[in-house]
C-alpha cells in the first residue's frame, strides 16, 4: 500500500488565500480509479495500491492549479510506499491511537 500527503502551494496569487485553487486540485483527482484521498488542513492524504496512480493525481493536481493562471505551483510530497502488509490509513491511525494513553 502507498501513502503520499500531498501539499500544494499556488504562487504569486493575487490573495493570500489558496483555499481556491486547493479545492479545484482535489476536484481533479476525485475521478481516478484506483485512489483514495482525505483531506486535511495541512494537505491531501492519498492512498494507493498503485504508484503510478500517485504520480498521476500529483501530476492532475499541479496542473489543475496551473490552468487557472497560476505560473508557479509548488508541490511537497512525502511517500510511504510498504510491501511487507497491506494497511490502510485508518488501520495506520488505529495503530498508532492504542499506544496514547
Known amino acids: 500500500m502507498i501513502h503520499a500527503e500531498i501539499s500544494i ?9 489558496a483555499s481556491f485553487y486547493i479545492a479545484k486540485a482535489i476536484e481533479s483527482i ?4 484506483n ?15 498503485n504508484m ?6 500529483t501530476k492532475q493536481m499541479t496542473e489543475s492549479v496551473h490552468n487557472l493562471g ?3 505551483v509548488e508541490v511537497v510530497i512525502k511517500i510511504d510506499s510498504r510491501k511487507d502488509k497491506h494497511q490502510t490509513g485508518k ?3 488505529e495503530s498508532i491511537k492504542k499506544h496514547l494513553n
Open 70 to 72: 497560476i505560473s508557479r
Open 9 to 17: 502551494y499556488p504562487m504569486a496569487t493575487k490573495t493570500t488565500s
Open 52 to 57: 503510478d496512480v500517485i504520480n498521476i493525481a
Open 30 to 33: 476525485e475521478n481516478i480509479e
Open 35 to 49: 485512489l483514495k484521498y482525505e483531506i486535511n488542513p495541512m494537505g491531501t492524504i492519498l492512498e494507493s495500491e
Open 91 to 93: 488501520e495506520k491511525l
